[in-house]
C-alpha cells in the first residue's frame, strides 16, 4: 500500500486557515482547452462517442465481461456472458481474507484457481440463483443468474405516479411481502448477507420481486458481508416499505436498511405528514411496529412481516377500518371545507327534526 | 462561467478522512476514470479495479494533510500522480508469477520511472491520462443531458454520435433537418457549458 506521499503533487501541507478555493476563473490549461475547443466542430460526437464506448472488456474465469452493474468499496459486480454456455451472468467479485498472508497461509486448496465448488444455497424462485463459486487467488467470484428488472425503489416510484393511491399501496404492498418471503427464504438458507439496499430487489416486469446478491456466506469473508440476526431483516424490510410506500428516505442513506449490525438502534421515521392515502393506517401499523425503537414490538422475522402485511392489505380489522374512514372524513373536511359544513348542518338539521319527530310521536303515545 | 460550489465543497469535505458520503460521492464520480485509466495501460479490468481501489486508499491517507494550490497544477495532475504510483506498486509487486487474477501486462511504455519517453520529455502515461480525463468529463456530461433532455432528443443525440447522417435520422423520426440541426446544436451547447463547469468546478 502506498504511504500517501505524492512528490510534485499540486497540493501542499494545509494552512491553518484551512483549504483554498481553487479560482473558477483562471486561465483554461492546454488540457482543458482541448476538452472545450472540441465542441468547435463536429469532434464532440466522435469525442462523445470514444467516451461512451463500454468501460471494460476481457474475461474472468470463462465469463466474458460486458459491463459493470455496480461496484462498492468492497465487491464488483459485473453483468457477463458465460462463453461455454452463451448464458448471461452476473458476476460478483470480492476479495478474500484469510489466503496469502505471512500470518495466514492460504489454503491450497482454496487458492487453486477455478476451483468451482457447489456451495450454492437451495433455490427459492423469489431468489437470485447462485450458479457458481469460483476461487482465484485472493478473490472470490459468486456467479448468479442474471435478472432483468427495476430496483425496487424506483419501480414503486414509478406505480405511485401512474396508478390510483389504493391500487399503488396494494401493489407495492403485496411486492413488498414477497420480498419479505425471499428474504426469509435468503435467511433460512444462510445466505443472506450485507445491506438490503432497494438496488438489491429488482421487480420484474410482471410484479415480481427478485433477491440479488445474496449468496453462501463464508468464514473468511468480512464481517460486514456475514448475516445479521433475523430480526435486523424486519427492521431492513421496515426501512425499505416506508420508502417504496412514500417515497422518502426513512433516514440518512448511510444508515439505511443496514442488516449486519447485531443490535440495531432505530431511529423511527416520522409518520405524521404522510398521506393516508398512500399509508393507510393498517399498513402504516405494520410499518411502524417494524421499525419500533423497542425490539420487543417488532415483527420476529420477515416471514412475520410478510404475514402482517397481507393481513393489512386485506383491510386489517374493523377498527382499522372505522379510523380509516374517520381520516377519510377528516380528509374531505379539509379540502372541501363549505361542502363538509354544509353536509354537517344538513346531518345536524336532519337529526333534531328526528328527534322532535321521535319526541312528538312519544308525546301522542303518552297522550 | 459561474462560480462552482459544489466540487469545491467535495474536495474540502475530503480533508476529513470520516465523511464517508464526501468520499463515497468522490469515488463513484472518479473511479471510472481511474478503472479505464488503469485499463489503457493493459490491466485486466479486475486489477484496473484493485489499482483504483488502492488510489482511493492513498488519496483518503493524503487528503487531510494537502491542500490544492490551483498555481502548482490542477486537481488532475494530482489524481494522475496518485493512479501512477499505484500502478507502479502494483506492476514492481507482480513482476513475479502468481495466479490468473495477477496477470497484468502493463506495456513498457506505460508507466514509471523507468519510462523510456521520459527523456524525450512527453510523458505517454500523462498524455493518455489527459484523454481519459477529457472523456471522464464528455461521459458526466453525456449522462446529464440523457437525464435533462426529452428522449426524443436523446435518441436523436445517440444516432448522431453513432455517425448516422442528418438527412436519414430526420426521415426516420419525421423530422426536418432543420429541427434535427437543432436538436444537435442545442445539445451541443448544453453538453459544452456542462463540460466547462464541472472544469471549474474540478479545479
Known amino acids: 500500500m502506498s504511504d500517501g506521499r505524492m512528490d510534485g503533487a499540486p497540493l501542499e501541507r494545509a494552512r491553518p486557515d484551512g483549504p483554498v478555493a481553487p479560482d473558477p476563473l483562471r486561465a483554461l490549461d492546454v488540457v482543458e482547452r482541448k476538452a472545450v475547443a472540441a465542441f468547435e466542430s463536429d469532434a464532440w460526437l466522435s469525442r462523445a462517442a470514444l467516451a461512451d464506448e463500454p468501460a471494460i472488456s476481457g474475461e474472468l474465469a470463462g465469463y466474458k465481461l460486458v459491463r459493470v452493474v455496480a461496484r462498492d468499496l468492497r465487491r464488483t459486480v459485473y453483468e457477463a456472458v458465460d462463453e461455454r454456455t452463451g448464458q448471461r451472468v452476473a458476476v460478483r467479485r470480492a476479495a478474500r481474507r484469510g489466503g496469502d498472508s505471512p500470518t495466514n497461509p492460504a489454503d491450497p486448496a482454496s487458492s487453486a484457481t477455478r476451483a468451482a465448488r457447489a456451495t450454492t444455497p437451495p433455490r427459492h424462485p423469489l431468489v437470485a440463483a447462485v450458479i457458481a463459486v469460483v476461487d482465484l487467488d485472493d478473490v472470490r467470484l459468486v456467479i448468479s443468474e442474471w435478472i432483468h428488472g427495476e430496483p425496487i425503489d424506483h419501480w414503486s416510484d414509478l406505480v405511485r405516479s401512474m396508478q390510483d393511491p389504493r391500487t399503488a399501496v396494494v401493489k407495492i404492498g403485496q411486492t413488498l411481502a414477497q420480498t419479505a418471503r425471499a428474504v426469509a427464504a435468503a435467511r433460512a438458507a444462510g445466505a443472506m448477507r450485507g445491506k438490503l439496499a432497494p438496488s438489491r430487489i429488482l421487480v420484474q416486469a410482471d410484479g415480481t420481486p427478485r433477491l440479488i446478491g445474496s449468496g453462501p456466506i463464508e468464514p473468511e469473508e468480512p464481517r460486514e458481508a456475514r448475516a445479521g440476526e433475523a430480526h435486523a431483516d424486519v427492521v431492513a424490510l421496515g426501512l425499505l416499505a416506508y420508502r417504496v410506500f412514500t417515497g422518502r428516505n426513512p433516514v440518512d442513506s448511510s444508515q439505511a436498511i443496514e442488516t449486519d449490525t447485531p443490535s440495531i438502534r432505530v431511529i423511527e421515521p416520522d409518520f405524521s405528514d404522510i398521506d393516508r392515502r398512500r399509508l393507510p393506517r393498517s399498513v402504516a401499523r405494520v410499518v411502524r411496529h417494524a421499525l419500533a425503537s423497542d425490539a420487543s414490538r417488532r415483527q420476529v422475522d420477515a416471514s412475520t412481516l410478510a404475514d402482517r402485511l397481507e393481513q393489512a392489505l386485506g383491510g386489517g380489522g374493523a377498527a382499522d377500518r372505522a379510523l380509516e374512514a374517520i381520516d377519510a372524513a377528516r380528509g374531505f373536511a379539509r379540502r372541501r371545507r363549505t361542502a363538509s359544513v354544509a353536509v354537517l348542518l344538513v346531518i345536524l338539521a336532519t337529526t333534531i327534526a328526528l328527534v322532535v319527530a321521535a319526541l312528538s310521536d312519544s308525546g301522542g303515545v303518552a297522550r | ?203
Not at chain 2, 4 to 20: G, I, V
Not at chain 2, 133 to 142: G, K, L, S
Open chain 2, 1 to 203: 462561467m459561474s462560480v462552482p460550489s459544489t466540487q469545491l465543497t467535495l474536495l474540502a469535505r475530503l480533508q476529513n478522512p470520516k465523511d464517508e458520503a464526501a468520499w463515497k460521492r468522490f469515488e463513484s464520480r472518479y473511479r471510472e476514470l481511474l478503472v479505464r485509466f488503469c485499463m489503457r495501460h493493459g490491466l485486466q479490468p479486475t486489477d484496473a479495479e484493485d489499482v483504483a481501489q488502492s488510489s482511493f486508499t492513498a488519496l483518503l491517507n493524503a487528503m487531510p494533510a494537502f491542500r490544492l494550490d490551483p498555481a502548482k497544477g490542477r486537481f488532475r495532475d494530482y489524481l494522475f500522480r496518485v493512479v501512477r504510483s499505484e500502478i507502479s506498486r502494483v506492476r514492481s509487486k507482480d513482476l513475479r508469477p502468481t495466479g490468473a487474477a495477477r496477470t497484468l501486462s502493463i506495456s513498457e511504455d506505460s508507466v514509471g520511472e523507468t519510462s523510456p519517453h521520459r527523456d524525450t520529455g512527453v510523458d505517454p502515461s500523462q498524455t493518455a491520462f489527459e484523454q481519459e480525463w477529457i472523456n471522464h468529463h464528455f461521459r458526466i456530461a453525456m449522462a446529464k443531458v440523457r437525464r435533462t433532455f426529452a428522449p426524443e432528443s436523446v435518441a436523436i443525440f445517440e444516432r448522431l454520435m453513432r455517425g448516422d447522417p442528418v438527412a436519414a435520422i430526420a426521415t426516420d423520426s419525421g423530422m426536418s433537418e432543420q429541427a434535427v440541426h437543432k436538436i444537435k446544436q442545442r445539445v451541443r451547447d448544453r453538453m459544452k457549458s456542462f463540460v466547462e463547469q464541472q472544469i471549474a468546478e474540478e479545479g
